[in-house]
């Protein structure tokens, strides 16, 4: 890791998730965002971009459609390259807003990673490329959740890992702040497309916060607040487009324990004959570096898996799946953690209950639960892949 740098020369290190460029225009609003905070603090700047909203599940889903287990290196390959065509974007409506940007592939970042390519460990992140750039160009762009491996091969970090690529880079840039934007208005008390009621944090602590993406909860990566307390760098979760006001979002740093509802929306529950043969696979998934979690239900010992995992099948040919079954967790300030399995149609209905548990609020009855909004997906999202129906043949376009 650099020396700490004078203040007014630390760079500057933005993230930006999947949502903000939910259509092609995005990338010309990050562009003028970015080119405004370079004018006015006057410090070289990284931009971390994820793939546009959507990608990655639709190259997920043309992998399987081909093969049951890809090879990592091969999964990683494909996974990847959202990320890199979102940070070719930017750098082209970067030039058309007349600054000049370096796009950086893998092996620019300076992140090193070991393990499975599609789920890699990141194991150092050296200054001295992105360092190098930025004493070229004041601004650079780099994709998220993308390392290379000991052998020089582009790694993935695993699903939802910009945040950790983001937080990585600056701690070793020195940078004493990482701002982290997404389609949510920072870190808050529950899922709120799927709480209405869920309460935006003005602070949390770096413990908070890894608890709660340690079970489930999809603000910022574990990974990325292990690295962020480690070096020392402040993190600011908030919404893009950002509207002004600097207490605006979360502040992750020094806070108050909080209690939170996750719901385990993307991930299948599993079912052991024995606590015993639960522990086993549980150990052999999480070596994989699978997010999982354990928890009893109706006397039954069960487990989570994020759905459609590669290589998990294998550790799980002793247990049968729940198909209908969600898990949701309850987080309590005093450190307890409650796990409940419902019916999948049901998991926004029960979070919603247990969230009104957590934060009553007598005033205001709980509004009567209705279908959750759906997350806004980009149109140009199967760009790589193509549309999932018939392309247009010579007889007429598709309507």
Not at 98 to 113: E, N, Q, S
Not at 194 to 201: D, H, I, K, S, Y
Not at 305 to 313: I, S
Request: net charge positive.
């Amino acid at each position: 890791m650099t020396d700490r740098r004078s203040a007014e020369r630390r760079p500057l290190v933005l993230k930006f998730g999947g949502s903000a460029f939910a259509d092609l225009d995005g990338y010309h609003r990050v562009a003028r965002y970015t080119v405004r905070r370079v004018t006015e603090e006057k410090r070289p700047l990284v931009v971390v971009v994820s793939a546009m909203s959507g990608t990655t599940g639709k190259l997920q889903q043309t992998l399987n459609a081909l093969v049951d287990d890809p090879p990592a290196h091969a999964a990683a390959m494909l996974l990847t390259t959202g990320e890199t065509v979102s940070v070719a974007l930017l750098a082209a409506a970067l030039d058309a807003e007349g600054v000049r940007a370096c796009p950086l592939p893998a092996a620019g970042t300076g992140l090193l990673a070991e393990g499975p390519g599609d789920r890699a460990r990141l194991i150092s992140a050296d200054p001295g490329a992105p360092a190098a750039a930025l004493a070229d160009c004041p601004v650079v762009v780099v994709p998220g959740g993308q390392a290379v491996d000991a052998a020089g091969r582009a790694v993935m970090l695993g699903r939802n890992s910009s945040d950790l690529s983001a937080v990585a880079v600056a701690a070793a840039l020195g940078a004493d702040t990482c701002e982290l934007f997404s389609d949510v208005p920072g870190v808050c008390t529950a899922d709120p497309y799927l709480v209405p009621e869920a309460r935006t944090l003005s602070r949390i602590s770096y413990e908070g916060l890894r608890r709660m993406s340690r079970n489930g909860a999809k603000v910022v990566h574990e990974g990325a607040v292990d690295w962020a307390e480690r070096g020392g760098v402040r993190l600011l979760c908030r919404p893009f487009p950002w509207c002004e006001g600097p207490d605006g979002g979360t502040a992750v740093g020094t806070g108050p324990e909080v209690s939170a509802v996750v719901v385990h929306k993307g991930s299948d529950v599993w079912c052991f004959r024995s606590g015993r043969e639960r522990r086993a696979a549980g150990g052999r998934l999480r070596a994989e570096g699978l997010a999982i979690a354990e928890f009893d239900t109706a006397g039954e010992a069960c487990l989570t898996v994020p759905t459609g995992a590669r290589g998990a099948a294998r550790h799980l040919r002793a247990a049968r799946r729940l198909d209908d079954l969600c898990l949701v967790t309850t987080l309590w300030a005093d450190g307890r953690t409650e796990h409940t399995a419902v019916p999948r149609a049901e998991a926004a209905a029960e979070a919603r209950r247990r969230h009104a548990l957590l934060y009553p609020d007598p005033g205001h009855p709980p509004r009567r639960p209705g279908p959750p909004p759906a997350k806004a997906r980009s149109p140009h999202s199967g760009v790589l892949v193509g549309p999932a129906r018939p392309l247009p043949t010579e007889s007429g376009p598709l309507d």
